[in-house]
């Protein structure tokens, strides 16, 4: 069988190649795993293990400092990062758009990454406010680095294929090893610190030896997957990606984000979501320590989330090719209903919290990845509409609230654990039933409403589907080959229509294989 179509303007479409696949899943393998380390496992060493030579009282002071100087700079990032998708869409190479920062992005995030698992080498006890300027520095240049990976890593996909089903297999086998990389790393880290720790002090526990070592072969994992993808995959020239080699300015890119009323609305709708998950995966803990009063089952989350991910993540092309990506996001934002529902009202019964626990992590993968496909496919919608193709500036959007939900992650549950009591020496025997009441109303039912405001958001705003695109894609080509690709007036003019158009043309593929 051929892995070869033709599309309309006479130029070819390659299916993927096996090899390719999977350099390219092997990419998000280390890249996931480095964000968790980088995301939560690093907070835990500030708090656990950085300032164990300091005074307790200046090392309280510290801990403050620095978690509240990490959320700022995330926060600040966001603002930055359509600026660096910006960047990637303006590289030109002979390597192609967006390999080379699968390289240097990869490589400068994951030195700087071992580097502050070090404590700065050390630095924190010999002049702290040397250490935390070199910190703040260092912080940022190894997120903005590690955003040039990310951007260019699932902005790659659009370079790789232009069939939209071609785009949900790269995307499911990232999806697949990400869950891996990312819950894997939960399950290592404790053994890895406390081994090398071990090994090389003959200390018991997770000192600064085991961190550092952590963070080196994270760093080390992180460097292996990148390169993968760099000298494992190949991007594409098409006749409607030469016609975008120039993206303009970073004005021009903001511009085109807010004219792309799609992308606008799939992103607000994974927002709300990314926020609702955040706030509820990372108080977990106290359903099980403070409620259940069982904290050694906590564990079972974990298990769950990485089961989950890996059932999920490669049935999702396989059930995208029967059911339309917008019939899995409703069931997906369902099920997670579902879960809230019974986690509200049945959050002291075990049985019953894994049950919802199960209905919480299994629409994960359908629902990330029909936002990040959804975000994808809206490139070639915002070509048309705007005449101009953003592929990295569009797909920096899913990182860059990603960003906002992790960053609002920290505040959340440093609010959750103030207003229900749940800090300090205190235990489940201390909860009051307006401890309880609070932490619930807090952990799901104000993640609930953000859920279903999320899946009315989706469902009546977002237009973007299978059949949407392939029009918007035959549409660019014919416009292509007419010699009026570049024309903004009549681009704007031809997809003003499109979405109710689509809209009914998705509702009728929705009965069809896609």
């Known amino acids: 069988m051929s892995n070869e179509t033709t599309t309309a303007d006479g130029g070819v479409r390659k299916k993927g190649k096996l090899g390719q696949r999977i350099a390219y899943a092997c990419g998000n393998l280390g890249q996931s795993a480095f964000y968790n380390a980088m995301s939560t496992y690093f907070i835990v060493y500030v708090t656990g293990c950085l300032f164990s030579g300091v005074d307790k009282a200046l090392a309280a002071k510290l801990i403050g400092v620095i978690t509240s100087l990490v959320v700022i700079i995330r926060i600040a990032e966001i603002f930055i990062d359509p600026l660096l998708g910006n960047l990637i869409d303006n590289t030109n190479t002979k390597w192609g758009r967006f390999r080379p920062w699968q390289f240097f992005g990869g490589l400068i995030s994951a030195v700087l990454l071992a580097v502050i698992f070090s404590g700065m080498f050390g630095l924190v006890n010999v002049n702290t406010t040397l250490f935390i300027v070199l910190f703040v520095i260092t912080f940022v240049v190894l997120d903005v680095f590690y955003s040039l990976r990310d951007i260019s890593y699932w902005g790659m996909i659009p370079a790789l294929s232009s069939d939209s089903h071609e785009r949900s297999t790269y995307t499911a086998l990232g999806s697949f090893t990400g869950s891996i990389g990312y819950n894997g790393i939960t399950v290592v880290v404790i053994p890895i610190v406390s081994y090398f720790t071990w090994t090389l002090t003959g200390a018991k526990g997770e000192g600064q030896a085991g961190w550092t070592s952590f963070g080196i072969i994270v760093g080390l994992l992180g460097i292996l997957t990148a390169w993968t993808v760099a000298f494992g995959t190949k991007e594409s020239t098409n006749a409607l990606r030469a016609k975008a080699q120039k993206n303009g300015n970073p004005l021009e890119a903001f511009k085109a984000l807010f004219q792309n009323d799609q992308l606008l609305w799939v992103a607000l709708s994974y927002l709300l979501y990314a926020i609702a998950n955040v706030a509820t995966t990372g108080v977990l803990l106290f359903l099980f320590k403070f409620v259940l009063d069982n904290q050694a089952a906590y564990s079972m989350t974990g298990v769950i989330a990485l089961v989950a991910g890996l059932i999920m993540a490669p049935l999702y092309p396989i059930l995208n090719k029967r059911i339309p990506r917008r019939v899995l996001y409703i069931v997906g934002m369902t099920s997670m209903i579902v879960a ?149 007036d009549e681009s704007s003019a031809d997809v003003e229509d499109a979405p109710a158009e689509a809209a009914g043309s998705g509702a009728a593929a929705s009965g069809s294989a896609a």
């Open 340 to 488: 809230y529902i019974l986690l509200g009202l049945f959050s002291t019964n075990m049985t019953v919290v894994f049950i919802a626990l199960v209905l919480f992590y299994i629409p994960g993968t359908l629902i990330q990845m029909t936002a990040i496909l959804s975000l994808t496919d809206s490139i070639e919608y915002g070509q048309l509409k705007n005449g101009k193709r953003n592929e990295a500036v569009t797909l920096s959007v899913r990182p860059m609230l990603d960003k906002i939900g992790g960053a609002m992650s920290n505040g959340i549950v440093g609010f959750i654990a103030i207003a229900a009591g749940m800090t300090g020496d205190a235990t489940a025997a201390d909860m009051t039933a307006a401890n309880i009441n609070t932490f619930k109303t807090c952990a799901f039912y104000v993640p609930l409403v953000l859920i279903v405001l999320s899946l009315l958001v989706f469902m009546f705003k977002v237009k973007i589907s299978e059949k949407m695109h392939d029009d918007i894609v035959k549409q660019l080509e014919a416009k292509l080959a007419a010699g009026e690709i570049e024309s903004d």
